[in-house]
């Protein structure tokens, strides 16, 4: 029972980081039907700018959070503008483009931080909340729990309850019907990469002080956000929600006996699973009618 | 004359959808294209709202060259395009979907202004407001689509197929609100594979046969005219 309560609220704090990177990876693939490969490095990026401001150079926890996210969403913006929108009409030349950009950021990092061991950022926020005398959860897991709900809970907010929220989901339902409303589906794409962008730098700086940084983390991180969005069913960003905790549930509690590598290995079975008996995932719909 | 259309080309790819198309809508005016599936009815509609743009050919739509401008731009100076196929936002309630028509617009009040008036005219949607457009009938959806169009307040509707698969008693409600619309000022373009009606919707006609136009003139000429009643309604 205790041990089940634990890995609950394990998984959940992982199951945000999962649904923060999930999320802008649908976000950017239905908007602009581009699968972005380097999303991971985005996530990759974010944790490097918290070790380099905040653990080399001293810069504030929360600052260096704000610049993380800045830079990614700025990387996230160039990418829009000078690779997929040019390469619009050729969805494979969008893919072929974005994982240049994964070799690019995966150098750049191992020029800034060298090739040495993996960095580590000592946890910012210390101590341990324990609950009911055996629930034992670090004060670092509960920053990152509440940041990444209130990130998602805005983004649900501008998607559901603003006109240019609207717009961004009418672009991903229909782009031709969208642009006959008059809404520019440049704009829409930038705010769309914006916000994917926004929430993987944010997702890495979360991260850093809990994982290990290098150059490759972006690999498990994409990984986990194929598997996220394939099981929650593509494009449906409460799917991605969905089967981020559910994802993260299974992924800790399999971690917990056998190790992560078997996890991951079961996650991508799950996926192919999914792909096979259900394609269109537990809250996707149909595309044909 | 609101909208003039010059001599346009459309091709897709090495296909020539539209070979010199040419004309006219007045203030006010009701023009219908008709024609089989191919003769390029639905192409037109889409070079005049931005969706294709044409190789060679003018578009002028009150004074304004419009034939390079995108889609979106096109909107905002007064043309609604219904496309073929509804298409709404199926994932959007009825109500964000209209509103979604006035993207373009920031006065607030008028914009419920409109809402209201999108209701008055399809009661149906009122009751359904809140409902996603995909739990629509066909009949309904279509009224999504042209409620959505109304709420840019265009000076031009182009309706695509809008009677396409509905039950005659829809067809003959859609019918009457283009009319209503019509009276009050805003020119229409319809385009319909029933020629018997959209013949008696419309004041003035073009048969489009593979890309070109065949025959034009009044509506009334035309449905006297052998070979549209030969060819169109199968009398």
Known sequence: ME????????????????????????????????????HGELVMIGAYTIWLLHAQNGFGFIPAIFVAVMLVTIIGLLMER???????????????????V?????????????????????????????????????????????????????????????????????VALDREAAALQGININRISMIAIGVGG???????????????????MGHNVIITAFIVTIVGGVGSLSGAVLAAVLYALFHTFVTVYFGGTVATICGLILMVVVLIVKPTGIMGVRVSE | MLLKVTDIHVHYGHVAALKGISLEVEEAGFVTLIGSNGAGKSTTLR???GL????????????????????????????????????????????????????????????EKDLEAVFEHFPRLRERKDQS????????????????????????????????????VIVQEIARILVEINKRGVSVVLVEQNAELALELAQHGYVLETGNIALEGKASGLMDNDHVRKAYLGI
């Not at chain 1, 929430?199 to 490759?216: Q, V």
């Not at chain 2, 959505?148 to 509707?157: D, F, G, H, N, V």
Request: net charge neutral; proline share 6%; charged share 15%.
């Open chain 2, 47 to 49: 070079a005049i709202s």
């Open chain 1, 198 to 216: 926004a929430l993987a730098g944010l997702a890495g700086a979360l991260m850093a002080p809990l994982t290990n940084i290098n150059p490759h």
């Open chain 1, 3 to 38: 041990l089940i309560l634990q890995f609950i609220i394990n998984g959940l704090i992982q199951g945000g980081f999962f649904a923060l990177f999930a999320v802008g990876l649908v976000l950017i693939f239905g908007v602009m039907s581009v699968v972005n490969f380097a």
């Open chain 2, 133 to 168: 457009a995909r739990t629509m009938s066909g009949g309904e959806q279509q009224m999504v689509a042209i409620g959505r169009a109304l709420m840019s307040r265009p000076k031009l509707l182009l309706l695509d197929e809008p009677s396409l698969g509905l039950a005659p």
């Open chain 2, 52 to 111: 294709d743009h044409p190789s060679a050919g003018v578009i002028v739509f009150e004074g304004e060259r419009i034939e390079r401008l995108s889609a979106d731009k096109i909107v905002r100076l007064g043309i609604a395009h219904v496309p073929e196929g509804r298409r709404v936002f199926k994932d959007l309630t009825v109500t964000e979907n209209l509103l979604l028509g006035a993207f373009t617009r920031d006065d607030q009040a008028e914009i």
């Open chain 1, 102 to 170: 994964l070799f690019i950021l995966q150098v750049v990092a191992t020029l800034v931080g060298g090739d040495g061991p993996s960095k580590q950022v000592p946890p910012p926020f210390h101590g341990t909340l324990v609950l009911f005398d055996f629930l034992r959860i670090p004060y670092q897991r509960i920053f990152s729990l509440v940041v990444s709900v209130g990130a998602l809970s805005l983004l649900w907010y501008f998607l559901t309850r603003t006109k240019l929220g609207w717009a961004l989901r009418a």
């Open chain 1, 82 to 100: 000078f690779l997929f929108r040019p390469t619009r009409d050729d969805p494979l030349a969008g893919l072929i483009c974005s994982i240049g």
